[in-house]
């Protein structure tokens, strides 16, 4: 008799316990589906924003011409003509291993699935931005 209630009391804490777990995954899977959503939006926004052509501020023999998801950059002494190559933005880089910088709300990892490179861009007014993934360099351009 002893031995049945125990079990009851044990199935009914076992009960109570689980289903509080499911309750707390339920709500951090909310956040994560926000999170995406918000992410998505914001690539967006800076591919819309991208569009058009851009002129490189401190050499101006070089500009970024962006249509759609392609973009097209120019430069002097170009080997081969220019073309327009698909490009991907996103908040991450599928080519780095140990990519872990933080990204402002203004910034994605531009991905050129073609060359297998990343750069972190960013757009703001008139301004594009363009750097390396640590940050080493960056390459201002200006919309024309």
Excluded at 42 to 56: A, P
Excluded at 63 to 92: C, H, R, W
């Amino acid at each position: 008799m002893l031995k049945s209630r125990l079990t009851i009391i044990g199935l009914i804490l076992f009960t109570t316990l689980s289903c509080k777990n499911i309750e707390v995954e339920t709500v951090a899977e909310e956040e994560f589906t926000e999170e995406i959503q918000t992410n998505d939006a914001r690539l967006d926004e800076i591919q819309q924003k991208l569009q058009g052509d851009w002129k490189r501020v401190d050499y101006p023999y070089s500009s970024y011409e962006f249509d759609g998801n392609t973009a097209k950059l120019i430069s002097e002494g170009q080997v081969e003509e220019p073309t327009f190559d698909p490009y991907e933005l996103s908040m991450n880089c599928r080519f780095a291993d140990n990519f872990d910088a933080e990204l402002s709300a203004q910034e994605a990892v531009m991905i050129n699935p073609k060359f297998e490179s990343c750069e972190i861009i960013s757009v703001e007014n008139d301004t594009l931005r363009l750097s390396d993934l640590e940050r080493s360099f960056e390459i201002v351009y200006t919309r024309n």
